[in-house]
T-cell receptor
Framework: LAKTTQPISMDSYEGQEVNITCSHN???????ITWYQQFPSQGPRFIIQ???TKVTNEVASLFIPADRKSSTLSLPRVSLSDTAVYYC????????????FGKGTRLHILP | GAVVSQHPSWVICKSGTSVKIECRSL??????MFWYRQFPKQSLMLMAT?????????EQGVEKDKFLINHASLTLSTLTVTSAHPEDSSFYIC????????????FGEGSWLTVV
C-alpha cells in the first residue's frame, strides 16, 4: 500500500481556490488516487478519483503529474461548509484491498 | 448511488455490557467490509476486515475476542463490542466497496459508542 503524506492543516478564506497536495512516492502502476472529505461525526465522503493527468467533477478537480508521485485536490471558490478533513488515499481499483488512512488535512475556511 | 448504512448512529451502554453495531450495504452486495474506529481529532484506524462467510481478519493490536465481527450475508456485517469499557468509547465506521462501480469505497455514517 502506498503511503501518503499531506499537510496537517490549512486555512483559507471563503471564495478562494484551495489546493491540497498529497505525496505518494511509492505509488504502484495499478494504483488509483482517491480523495475523501470527512465532517465531524460523519463517515468519509467520496470526492474524486483519478489515475493520471486531470479529472474534474462538479465538486473538485484532481491534478496528477506524469510521474504520479503526487496529486493535488483543487476546490474552487470554497465556502464555510468546506471546512472538513480531507484524506488522500492510494489503492487498486476492482479489488477489496484494505485502506489505511493517513492523517489527512484539516481544512479551515474563514469568513 | 451506493449507500452504506450503520445502526445505531449512537449508543450509550454500561461498563461490562456488550453492544452490537450493524453495517449494511443498501443497494449492492459486499463480500468484504471494513471496520474502523476514530478518536476525536484523529484519523480513522482500521480495526478489521469483515469477510462474508468466513472469519474476519484483525489488524495488529485489535483484540478479536473483544471486537466480534460477523458477516453473515452479502449486505450485512456486525461489530459487537463485548464487555465494553470506557476506553472503548469511540466513533466506529464501516466501509464497503461496490466492485461493480470500480473501487469506490462507501462509508457508513458512523456510530458513536459511549461506555459509562
Amino acid at each position: 500500500l502506498a503511503k501518503t503524506t499531506q499537510p496537517i492543516s490549512m486555512d483559507s478564506y471563503e471564495g478562494q481556490e484551495v489546493n491540497i497536495t498529497c505525496s505518494h512516492n511509492n505509488i504502484a502502476t495499478n494504483d488509483y488516487i482517491t480523495w475523501y472529505q470527512q465532517f465531524p461525526s460523519q463517515g468519509p465522503r467520496f470526492i474524486i478519483q483519478g489515475y493520471k493527468t486531470k479529472v474534474t467533477n462538479e465538486v473538485a478537480s484532481l491534478f496528477i503529474p506524469a510521474d504520479r508521485k503526487s496529486s493535488t485536490l483543487s476546490l474552487p471558490r470554497v465556502s464555510l461548509s468546506d471546512t472538513a478533513v480531507y484524506y488522500c488515499l492510494v489503492g487498486v481499483r476492482n479489488r477489496d484491498d484494505k485502506i489505511i488512512f493517513g492523517k489527512g488535512t484539516r481544512l479551515h475556511i474563514l469568513p | 448511488g451506493a449507500v452504506v448504512s450503520q445502526h445505531p448512529s449512537w449508543v450509550i451502554c454500561k461498563s461490562g455490557t456488550s453492544v452490537k453495531i450493524e453495517c449494511r450495504s443498501l443497494d449492492f452486495q459486499a463480500t468484504t467490509m471494513f471496520w474502523y474506529r476514530q478518536f476525536p481529532k484523529q484519523s480513522l484506524m482500521l480495526m478489521a476486515t469483515s469477510n462474508e462467510g468466513s472469519k474476519a481478519t484483525y489488524e495488529q493490536g485489535v483484540e478479536k475476542d473483544k471486537f466480534l465481527i460477523n458477516h453473515a450475508s452479502l449486505t450485512l456485517s456486525t461489530l459487537t463490542v463485548t464487555s465494553a469499557h470506557p476506553e472503548d468509547s469511540s466513533f466506529y465506521i464501516c466501509s464497503a466497496s461496490d466492485l461493480t462501480q470500480g473501487n469506490t469505497i462507501y462509508f457508513g455514517e458512523g456510530s458513536w459508542l459511549t461506555v459509562v
